[in-house]
């Protein structure tokens, strides 16, 4: 027996009519932050959950919104809307419902009873189950599988109870409500152990399966200089990665184009140019949504991982989306709960060409590329599309890697060629001198770089041993202390010895 229904649940084929219940909360929280107007999402209630419906390859051909106080208890809906919905679903021959509201089993159940009542059955599901039915479909690696089928066990066991009522009638069982025994009532014993026996052997699989991911992303983040793009779905993300790195990352105008981890090289160059071979490795990972069951949120954590442990995080927003205000409050919540709080931030405010070609009417409801960058500190703006704003972007990730650059003269014998060339890769010379046996350079040195350097035989820094030397450049005492090493960048026992170092190019 398959104890997954939500397996069975092809959600492509479907023709689908979409229902928001429009509570007072939402309604206000949907108003821009520009006094007296109304965004497109207060218009627009249904915008989101139509992108995932067609993320999911849903076909949908109505819509349904109905403002009240409070959801009705049994059906969530309006007793009216309810009958509306069941003539709307035999006018388009629906076969799915989806809820933009997250639904409790019992009403899913009832609503299904009314429905079938009138002839109208429908498949009702909410937004958490497409949500989980687009990252199912996608999942394509182990750790991915893993996560979705155990998120839909937990979600979907309690609705178990719906699903086989539904079962029941179809069958002619005894009706299944509350409180009543019948085989149905047993068999849903049967499968309830069933599905926790299946959940702790999958949970364990997992387990293992992310203690290696853990270990590599710590293993990567301890050798290397790393960066990871996080942000609301869709802002952009997998645009940006591709046009920074050597890319072959999948970027669609859908929600969740991307579920798996990628991570590239990025060369930064050096402070002068981007000739050098400075580099971090990028992330690019899958895309925060608003009220993700949190059950998802907690399988989904290891796949974050990589922008967990990052030393420096990059948001991606999308300032031409109307919900760009409340998507990053989303999207910075999100990375408090799985405790991405510790390294810098920098706020990338994409798709600027896409801001300034809208309509003036709806520039004039928005926060503009402008007043973002006045409010937020650390932000930039930028265009993966046009590649506004990236050389910035590059130069601000090197800043955060190099910490501070301090001005020295670094001497080093001749005969030392891998330290040679890594002075003329990744250090930004300013002038250089050929003596009998060594080469003087003036440069702008990081301390992360002079520490790669100190082990080279001979080299002198300003005339000291390149221990005193690194000292008093970077740690003179009349820095102020938080100014002297920023968390970010304490490497320290991370650093590459020498040879190691030297010998990537
Ligand atoms: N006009 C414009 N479109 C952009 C820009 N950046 C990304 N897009 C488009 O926005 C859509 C989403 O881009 P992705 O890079 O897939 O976004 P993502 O954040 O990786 O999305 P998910 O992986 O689905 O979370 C694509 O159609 C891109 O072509 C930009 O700077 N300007
Ligand atoms: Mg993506």
């Known amino acids: 027996m398959n104890i997954n229904p939500r397996e069975d649940m092809n959600l492509r084929s479907d023709v689908a009519i979409l229902v928001a219940v429009r509570l007072p909360q939402a309604r206000s929280s949907a108003l821009s932050d520009h006094p007296g107007s109304v965004t497109a999402f207060a218009e627009d209630p249904l915008a989101e959950l139509r992108a995932l419906a067609e993320s999911a390859g849903v076909r949908v051909k109505g819509e349904l919104i109905q403002n009240r106080e409070k959801p009705r208890g049994k059906t969530y809906l309006g007793k009216g809307k309810v009958d509306e919905l069941a003539h709307m679903v035999k006018e388009l021959q629906a076969t799915l419902v989806i809820f933009d509201n997250e639904l409790a089993p019992s009403q899913i159940q009832e609503l299904e009873k009314e429905l079938t009542g009138q002839k109208a059955g429908a498949k009702i599901i909410d937004r958490s189950e497409l949500i989980l039915d687009i990252f199912a479909n996608r ?59 299946r959940l702790l052997r999958l949970q364990g699989e997992l387990a293992e399966v ?11 983040r301890d050798q290397h200089f790393t960066a990871g793009l996080v942000g609301y779905t869709n802002a952009g993300k997998s645009s940006i990665f591709n046009a920074l790195t050597a890319g072959g990352a999948f970027a669609n105008d859908q929600l969740f184009a991307t579920l798996l981890t990628r ?27 608003r009220d993700l069951p949190h059950h998802l949120v907690a399988s989904f954590r290891s796949t974050l991982e990589d922008a967990i442990y990052s030393h420096v995080l990059l948001i991606v927003l999308d300032v031409a989306d109307p919900q760009a205000p409340r998507q990053l409050a989303v999207v910075r919540n999100v990375l408090d709960e799985i405790g991405a709080t510790t390294q810098p931030r920098l706020l990338l405010l994409n798709k600027v060409d896409r801001f300034r070609d809208l309509p003036r009417e709806e520039q004039e409801v928005m926060r503009s590329p402008e007043e973002w960058l006045a409010e937020e500190e650390d932000a930039l703006l930028v ?46 010379v300013l002038a250089r001198a050929y003596e009998a046996d060594q080469v003087e350079y003036r440069v702008r040195l990081g301390r992360r770089q002079a520490e790669q350097l100190a082990a080279a035989p001979g080299l002198r820094i300003d005339g000291l041993l390149p221990g005193a030397a690194i000292r008093e450049l970077f740690d003179a005492k009349s820095e102020p202390a938080a100014r002297r090493v920023p968390p970010h960048e304490r490497f320290a026992g991370e650093m590459p010895d020498l040879p190691a170092g030297l010998q990537e190019s």
Request: hydrophobic share 35%; with cysteine; proline share 3%.
């Open 139 to 197: 999942a394509s690696t182990r750790q991915a599988q893993l996560q979705v089928e155990i998120a839909q066990l937990e979600y979907t066991a309690p609705r178990l109870r719906a699903m086989w009522g539904h079962l029941g009638q179809v069958t002619g069982g005894a009706p299944v409500g509350v409180g009543t025994r019948g085989p149905g009532e047993q068999q849903l014993e049967i499968d309830r152990r069933l599905v926790q026996k």
């Open 210 to 220: 992310q203690a290696r991911k853990t270990r590599e992303v710590q293993e990567r």
């Open 263 to 289: 991570v590239e090289r990025w060369n930064l160059g050096t402070a002068a140019g981007e000739n050098g071979s400075n580099y971090a490795l990028l992330s690019d990972t899958v895309g925060f949504i």
């Open 383 to 428: 265009s993966a599309r046009a590649g506004d704003g990236l050389e910035e972007l590059r130069q601000r990730v090197l800043g955060f890697m190099l910490g501070e650059l301090k001005e020295c003269t670094l001497s080093i014998p001749m005969g030392q060629g891998k330290a040679i060339d890594f002075i003329e890769k990744r250090i930004d």
